[in-house]
Structure formats: C-alpha cells, structure tokens
C-alpha cells in the first residue's frame, strides 16, 4: 500500500477508537456495560442489529461467493423477514415485559435452571467459535497486506479489538457501527463504480450483468428441483432460503445473545419492533447489493485478464519444487485463455446488441472457455498443494481482497482495508459483549461469593468482573481463530457452524412460546437427544454419507425438539404446571 493508504486506513480506524470511547459514558454496572441502560433509539437498533450481522465475514467473502457460485446465496435471506415479523410479535415482548439480560433468563421462569444453562451453553459454545472465525477475516487481510504470519496477526488484531470491546461495552459497540455502516457503505458504492469504469469502451452495466449471465453468476432464484426430483444437498436455493433460512432467521435474531442484546438495548417496545422489522426490509437489498459487487468483479476479468490465483501470498519457493515448471506453464495457458475469453466476451456483447443469429454459438463458447479456466485454476491450486502441502489453496476470500489492490486508486485501498477490519470489529465487539453477558447473568450467580455486599459495591464489582470475562472470550476467540485456515468460503462456515447448533435453540423457546402443557423434563430430554442427532446428521453430511444441506439441520432441530418434547411429555403422563 502507498503512504496515502496507510494514512486512511490509520485516521479511519483511530478515528472510530476515539469515537466509540467517547459515546461509551454508561452508569457502570451491568445494566449500562451490556444494554446501555435500555435507551437506544429504533435506529441505532437498526444499524446495531446490521452491524453485528454484517462481519468482516460478509464484506470479505460473500463477493468472492457470488464470483464463484452465483447470486444464489442471496436465497438464503429469502425467510428473514416473515422471521422479523414472528420475533416482533412473539419473541420481544416477552423480553421487554421481563427486563432480562439475557434471552435465556426467561426459559428459568418457563422451565428450570438446568434448561436456561444447558441453552445458554449451546449458545457460548456457537457464538465462541463463530467469533474466532470472524477474527480470521480482517487477519487475512493484513497478513497478505504485509506478508506477516497469519497467527502472529490474529493476536494483533484480535489484541486490538479486545482493549477496544472491553473499554467500551454495549453503548460504545452501538455508536461505533452506526459510524462504520455509514463508512462501509460508501466505500462499497464507490468499488461497483470503479468496476463498472473499468469495462470496455461501450460496456456498461447492463452489459456487465448480460455477460455474467451467460455463465450462470445471475441465478438469483433456484428451486433445487430437477428431473430426479428436490436437491436435498443443494444448499441454496427458493426452498431452502423460505424454510430453512426463516428457521435459522428466527433463532439468530429470536435467540441468539448477540441480536437479543442488540434490541434489548432499546428505549421501549416500539423501538425493538421497529429496529427489527426495518432490518427485515433493508437484509435482503443490502446482501444483493454486496453479492452483485461479486458479479460485478466476475463481470471485470471476463473482459480484463484476471490471475490465476487470488491470494497473492505464494512463496517464491513453490518454483523451486519440482511441480515449478508446470505451475508456470499452467499461469501461460490461463493467460492465453483468459485472454480469449476478452475477446469471446466482446464479441457475445457486440452480437447480443446487433441481434445476429451467432449469440448462441458465442454463448456457448464462452461458457466453454471459463469451463476450462476453471479446470485450469484448480489444476493450478492442486500443483500448489504437492510443491507446498502447508499452503491454503482455498483463494475465494481473497477474491475481492486481490481487486481492491490490484485496481484500485491510491487512497482508497487504504478505506477499503479499514472497512473489512471496522465490519470485524462491530460485529465481533458484539459477540464479545453477549458471551459476557450470558457468563455474567447465567453462570456468574452459580460461583457468586460476597453475597452480602451493599447494592453499590455489588453493581461495582459485577461490572468490574463482566469486563475480565469479555477479557476471557477474546483471548477463546484468538485461540479459535488460529485453527480457522483451510476452512473454505468463511461466510458460508460461520452459517454452517450456526446451524448445527440453531435449530434446537430454536426449538425450546417455540415450546416454552407456543406449549405451555410441555415440562422442563421433557424439553431438557428432548433437546439433548436432538443436539446430539443434529451433531450425528452434520456429521454424515460432510462424510457425503447422506445428503443433506446444512440450512435444513435448523428445521429439523426446532421441529424436532418440538416434536420429542411433546411425546415424552405425553409419555409420562404429567400434566401442564
């Protein structure tokens, strides 16, 4: 990166220290460090709720998804708004009547201690995991910026979010989104005009989309059925987005800590509803929007030579190895392809605006030539992992990253930098923030000493520990975040690993919502033999021993811990409380 760079990307990233330090004047105690003192306005819920959403992972990842995949993934949101509504009038309600901290107090009320504990477990054990992963994201962009070891990076990245998140609490991760999402957002417009300038002459957007439809990136709406019937595996498509995507919508923003405490932090009812059912409006847009910037940049290197392989970071060495001639050889035929499919793409464009009756031929045979670029990248990445078996050859996270520096102008890179890590940041702060809330307000009682303090020296010493137990889920989080390389698309990874466990979350509050006959040893069974068949069915899948894709584990555990409850309640004979 120039100077011009390194200055952005520092001014950018110190300013929104300073900003959230200052906004993070809270009473200092739990109810100010974890809610900010329920006084959030329905807009700052808002950009809160899309800030803890839309990661580091999202910026980084989803346009290198729609590179590869398609615009399919966008059906993945297709059942989050249906879900915004059920939460609004079911979920939240509740959790405002209650004033709890935490969604999982109330299954107390509802059922038992063990039943509260044993969820909010799943919920630390999901959400941990999932932070370290999201830790990863801005690593991996610093760590191929300046060539330093990936793990080193974690600790200084996530070192650096730890002082930040542990100083601020809830308030300051509030206002610091809301500047980031402000930050994000232009910068992201200004990307997609960059990518459309730098198209042919005479190639505009429209073009762009044309040529990206030809190879099938446009496949916005699938329905996973074919001659052999419904796709089972088929991970994205209508189906799979309405059913399994609202299953899994309803239980992150009806029950995981993460959203829960970002709308528990509103002033008044209205004001959760209002964040939540908005956010419901603006996902799907805002997710096509940033899946169309992956298109945009398929859309770039059909008409511009693109490299072989994204992630800049190979070591010189592989051409030392005795794979290295071939690898060479592979980087001069995917030139010359690529070079071809420039030429190809033209000429479709030029004959789709003529008319003429060769469109289909040309069609063709772009499909074709970016089949065989395809075949050449992957021979490309099998080459890499023979001369060098430590190298991650999974590149589609450094699709978007590898664009911004090659093309870019000076300045910029440097705002796009700062965007990837400032998403991480307000999305991890508010993990960070409900993993400490859930130890504080769920586990925290169980070990309490000094049971007899005043109500002031309580209030002091809570706050004091809640910041060494966020202290604790940051250093968990860099420790999972060392393991995460080679783990494939990070988006689609952090949703996996929220499915598995989603579902039957999911599962016990629709039975403590909708059963009232069902009894806290039923639920507990019932949700404890599931987790451990949704573990089993996760399992086989990946084995490729059934197939199954991984959004239908959400309602297969909430229908299933439904369905088991209710039996075994029915079983025993034990009537409603």
Known sequence: MSILDWLVLGFTLTSIIVYGLYKSRTS????????SNRSMPWGLVLLSIMGTQASAITFLSAPGQAFTDGMRFVQYYFGLPLAMIVISIAFVPIFSRLQVYTAYEYLEQRFDQRTRLF?????????????????????????????????????????????????????????????????IFGALFLVAY????????????????????????????????????????????????????????????????????RYLTAKNLRESRLGLLMNGVVKIPMQFFILLLG????????????????????????????????????????????????QLSQSYIQAWKQGTQDIAVLRASLALNNSQLNTKRQDYKTLLKKADSTL????????????????????????????????????????????????????????RQNKH????????????????????????????????????????????????????????FLVAFFSKFIQAQAIFLAAVVVQIGIVA????????????????LNVIGALGVWGLSALVQVATKKGPN
């Not at 909010?120 to 962009?141: C, D, E, K, N, Q």
């Not at 290197?301 to 592979?330: E, H, M, R, T, W």
Request: with cysteine; net charge negative.
């Open 28 to 35: 200092k105690d739990m109810e100010g460090y974890f809610l």
């Open 392 to 447: 991650d050859t999974n590149d589609t996270n450094y699709i978007f990253l590898r664009y911004v520096m090659d093309h870019l102008p000076h300045g910029l890179v440097g705002l796009l930098i700062a965007i990837i890590i400032l998403a991480a940041w307000g999305s991890i702060a508010a993990a960070l923030n409900s993993l400490s809330a859930c130890v504080m307000a769920d586990f925290y009682p169980l070990f």
């Open 119 to 183: 969820t909010s477990a799943l919920f630390l054990l999901s959400r941990g995991i999932t932070t370290g992963i999201s830790i990863y994201a801005p690593s991996l962009v610093l760590s191929s910026l300046l060539g330093w070891n990936i793990y080193l990076t974690n600790v200084i990245t996530g070192g650096l979010l730890i002082i930040y998140t542990v100083s601020g609490g809830a308030r300051a991760v509030a206002y610091t989104q809301q500047l980031q999402l402000l930050i």
């Open 453 to 508: 303090e005043s109500e002031q020296q309580d209030k002091q010493a809570m706050y004091n520990i809640s910041k060494y137990v966020t202290l604790g889920w940051g250093v968990f989080s860099v420790i999972i975040a060392q393991f995460t390389g080679e783990m494939g698309s990070l988006i689609e990874l952090v949703n996996v690993l929220g499915s598995v466990f989603y579902g039957v979350i999911l599962g016990i």
């Open 194 to 261: 960059f990518l459309v300038d730098s198209l042919p002459a005479g190639i505009g957007f429209s073009e762009a989309l044309r040529v990206s439809a030809a190879a099938g990136k446009m496949n916005i709406i699938t329905t996973g059925i074919s001659e052999a019937g419904f796709d089972w595996k088929d991970k994205y498509n209508l189906f799979s987005g309405l059913i399994g995507g609202f299953f899994l919508a309803l239980s992150y923003f009806g029950t995981d800590q993460s959203q829960v405490g």
């Open 295 to 342: 298109v945009l940049l398929f859309a770039h290197y059909q008409f511009n030579p693109g490299p072989i392989f994204f992630n800049k970071a190979v070591p010189q060495s592989v051409y030392q190895s005795p794979q290295g001639d071939s690898l060479k050889q592979l980087e001069k035929n995917f030139s010359i392809l690529s070079t071809r499919q420039g």
């Open 537 to 552: 069915l996760y399992v086989l899948s990946m084995k490729g021993l059934i197939d199954l894709a991984f959004l239908w």
